[in-house]
């Protein structure tokens, strides 16, 4: 499952001309010189003596040309910044480490160009009026640079989304670090001091400073009223705005982590943030490719080593040495292994031995013993270790029987001696600590493969020693018949043998 959309050429990679990006600023500019005219002449309160029609239609001027100057020095100085930072998502192609970083830092490029743009009308409108007043000069600044400072916050929040893909598609090449950049905190902050504090600042400056502007207090109530809803309704729009950035992938992260929870290891979180949330992202993708490749190992050294032994590995941990352990041992051998590879072809020899051992597996974990290992075409089967096992003796007698039958029905161009024995044996981990492996080591295991031997030259395929039928319950006993001793081959004492009935 994947959240959010990845690759280049993906269908949620838009390519972002620099005309969008310069148009996005200059509507979200346009728009905050529109409310500051608007304000400036119906609801700020300036006194009666210098609200006259001469000095309000010289400001309003102004300001519209200063909009025009910013609008030139946007397209001038600002398109070809945004053309070199996203021209590589027109081009189809990855950015290179210049574009990266030039795509991640447009938005606070174009965020301090702006206040630089105001900042330089504040001085102008200050010094165009300084003839009419000080306080008035100071008033209009003010108005100014508080208007332009919320202009460039709500327009820096719209780049952002703006950039969302080409972000995502340079996270991807470039994973977010640790304090490269401003944290949710600092972010939150930010846009409400500039979209909401410093307005409400302007507010408060407003009434303080009544008494020496001389306005009247219901033209003051009426521009605190309206300086006020504007404020919040701008704090309102970024903040809804920075809520989105932040409460978007934070959901997408949610329900990652309950398909995570669930047990899909297939979901991937789209990266699309620079700071604290991306990191998050980026965590959350690097867990879940851990995860993977730990459920990957997990499963493959289960079928290296069988799942009991791999389960046990891992809740008590992995060390060299063993215990005395009362366990059957099942030896089974294919038949003639030499003749049969040496006339057919290779790749029948290979599947027909994985059809065989396929048989030994299944047969084997049905009765609940361990496949201990592989000896080219033969196997050793464990059972009562590492698992105990109420009756390990007829466990491994039913598993030989069963087995035998299967193998004749369905792997009947292989032919398999199998033997079976019991007794105490050495159980645990051999090798050294850089590599071992479980196995077990005792005169049952050799007995087992001696064993086999006499199977191979009976009707049965199956042969027991008296030892395990004896140990087995009453009715696995009954299954079987003991056949004379006799002396295996480099064993010292006679084995009295025993087959299926």
């Known amino acids: 499952m994947q959240f959010g959309a990845h690759g280049l050429h993906g269908p949620d990679l838009r390519g972002v001309r620099p005309y969008e990006v310069i148009g996005l600023v200059w509507f979200a500019n346009l728009v905050g010189a529109v409310v500051l005219i608007i304000d400036y002449l119906v609801v ?55 574009e990266q970083q030039l795509t991640l830092n ?18 102008v409108f200050f010094y165009a009026n300084l003839d009419v007043g000080g306080m008035y000069a100071l008033q209009l600044s003010t108005t100014v640079i508080i208007s332009g400072l919320a202009t460039a916050a709500t327009s820096y929040l719209l780049c952002m989304r703006l ?25 939150a902050i930010f846009i409400y001091t500039l979209t909401t504090g410093v307005p409400m600042i302007g ?5 303080a400073f009544a008494n020496e502007t001389g306005v009247s207090l219901r033209q003051l109530s009426i521009s605190g009223l309206v300086v006020g809803l504007g404020a919040l309704i701008t704090g309102y729009f ?17 329900s990652a982590l309950a398909e995570i929870e ?26 879940v490719a851990a995860l993977l490749e730990r459920e990957q190992l997990r499963d493959l050294f289960g079928r290296h080593v069988g799942e009991d032994v791999a389960r046990l590995a891992l809740q008590q941990g992995v060390s060299l040495g063993g215990e005395e352990r009362e366990v059957a041992a099942l030896f089974v051998d294919v038949i003639g292994s030499t003749t049969y590879a040496a006339t057919h072809p290779a790749a029948e020899v290979v599947a027909a031995l994985n059809r065989f051992f396929e048989v030994v597996v299944s047969v084997v974990s049905e009765h609940g013993g361990l496949v201990n290992k592989f000896e080219g075409d ?20 039913a598993a030989a029987r069963t087995m035998s039958a299967r193998l004749k029905s369905e792997v009947p161009d292989l032919d398999a001696g199998i033997g079976v024995s019991h007794g105490l044996v050495i159980a ?41 039928v004896d140990r087995a319950g009453a009715g696995e006993q009954a299954r079987w018949r003991l056949l004379e001793p006799m002396l295996l081959r480099g064993r010292l004492d006679p084995t009295t043998l025993a087959v299926p009935v």
């Open 378 to 397: 033969a196997a050793l089967c464990i059972f009562g270790a590492p698992l105990e096992l109420p009756d390990p003796a007829a466990a491994a007698l």
């Open 106 to 123: 447009l938005p606070w490029w174009l965020f301090w160009m702006q206040v630089v743009i105001w900042a330089f009308s504040c001085v």
């Open 44 to 98: 700020l309160p300036f006194p009666a003596d210098v609200s006259t029609p001469e000095i309000e239609r010289g400001n309003v001027i102004l300001g519209l040309v200063l909009v025009g100057i910013s609008w030139v020095v946007l397209g001038v100085v600002g398109a070809p910044r945004a053309h070199r930072a996203l021209d590589w998502t027109l081009r189809g192609m990855p950015p290179d480490e210049e």
């Open 163 to 187: 950039f969302k893909s080409a972000t995502t598609r340079v996270l991807e090449l470039s994973p977010p670090r640790r304090g490269t950049t401003a944290g949710v905190g600092q972010k």
């Open 238 to 254: 970024a903040t809804v705005l920075f809520a989105k950035s932040v409460g978007e992938p934070l959901g997408d992260l949610t």
């Open 428 to 468: 645990g981990n051999i090798g050294s600590a850089e590599r071992l492996e479980y196995t077990v080591i005792g005169d049952a295991v050799n007995e087992a493969a001696r064993l086999t031997e006499q199977a191979k030259d009976r009707p049965e395929r199956v042969v027991a020693s008296e030892r395990i």
């Open 203 to 207: 507010l408060i400056g407003m009434v």
């Open 262 to 287: 669930g047990g899909d290891l297939s979901v991937t979180v789209t990266v699309d943030d620079a700071g604290e949330i991306g990191q998050l992202q980026s965590g959350v993708n690097n867990m």
